[in-house]
């Protein structure tokens, strides 16, 4: 069987070095600031979710922001993060200290076809920016396919990433557009897929539903 990862495009940086996760952390707010709008966006979708606390929320790739913000404002929420890298979760513990009784931290390679057996379900799944990092866009629906086991059947999708196309990024393997990533996501099962934000050219946020 040939090697669905041949074609990857290596990353300019390793996010599994504490250095480099650091650097990429500081900087990603300072040079788009508004990044925290999606973050906030997370927010209010978690907020609206018609459930009974305790809210399960699964999230990888850095939204342990969104957690430090969901946090403070539904006390019931448990949290379960999802990275690849160590020295993330690392940087995760710091920034979530006063939370941790109610999160687990899971090293997790969204590569591994069998990454998501024995997690759980959850009432919302979120990624920002996690997409691209499988570094080739034909791995996304498989990522997508796998989220899809872990929502309730009343659960949430939100899927933020970078675009290719007008304004956005240039490389077409690496990134999708817009419409790729909803075929992506329709083609993993997922419905009533919605744009929720698009900013700067750069960032597109999605909400997709398990179930209609």
Same mark, same amino acid.
């Given at each position: 069987?040939?090697?669905?990862?041949?074609?990857?495009?290596?990353?300019?940086?390793?996010?599994?070095?504490?250095?480099?996760?650091?650097?990429?952390?500081?900087?990603?707010?300072?040079?788009?600031?508004?990044?925290?709008?999606?973050?906030?966006?997370?927010?209010?979708?978690?907020?609206?979710?018609?459930?009974?606390?305790?809210?399960?929320? &699964?999230?990888?790739? &850095?939204?342990?922001?969104? &957690?430090?913000?969901?946090?403070?404002?539904?006390?019931?929420?448990?949290?379960?993060?999802?990275?690849?890298?160590?020295?993330?979760?690392?940087?995760?513990?710091?920034?979530?200290?006063?939370?941790?009784?109610?999160?687990?931290?899971?090293?997790?390679?969204?590569?591994?076809?069998?990454?998501?057996? /024995?997690?759980?379900?959850?009432?919302?799944?979120?990624?920002?920016?996690?997409?691209?990092?499988?570094?080739?866009?034909?791995?996304?629906?498989?990522?997508?396919?796998?989220?899809?086991?872990?929502?309730?059947?009343? /659960?949430?999708?939100?899927?933020?990433?970078?675009?290719?196309?007008?304004?956005?990024?240039?490389?077409?393997?690496?990134?999708?557009?817009?419409?790729?990533?909803?075929?992506?996501?329709?083609?993993?099962?997922?419905?009533?897929?919605?744009?929720?934000?698009?900013?700067? /050219?750069?960032?597109?946020?999605?909400?997709?539903?398990?179930? /209609?």
């Amino acid at each position: 069987m040939a090697d669905d990862r041949f074609d990857d495009i290596p990353s300019p940086i390793d996010l599994r070095s504490e250095r480099d996760a650091r650097e990429w952390t500081a900087s990603a707010m300072s040079k788009r600031p508004w990044r925290a709008l999606f973050f906030q966006m997370f927010v209010e979708e978690l907020q609206s979710l018609d459930v009974s606390p305790p809210t399960d929320l &699964g999230t990888w790739i &850095g939204t342990w922001l969104t &957690g430090s913000l969901h946090f403070g404002r539904d006390p019931s929420a448990e949290y379960a993060m999802l990275d690849f890298s160590p020295a993330m979760h690392h940087l995760a513990r710091e920034r979530l200290t006063p939370h941790l009784g109610r999160t687990r931290q899971l090293l997790v390679d969204f590569k591994d076809p069998e990454w998501a057996v /024995g997690l759980g379900k959850f009432d919302a799944v979120i990624t920002h920016q996690a997409v691209h990092e499988l570094r080739h866009k034909k791995h996304a629906v498989r990522l997508h396919s796998s989220a899809r086991t872990l929502l309730r059947p009343h /659960g949430v999708y939100l899927v933020c990433d970078h675009y290719v196309g007008n304004q956005g990024m240039s490389n077409a393997s690496l990134y999708m557009n817009i419409d790729e990533q909803r075929a992506a996501l329709e083609t993993a099962g997922f419905v009533a897929v919605e744009r929720l934000l698009e900013m700067k /050219g750069l960032l597109v946020l999605h909400r997709a539903r398990p179930h /209609g």
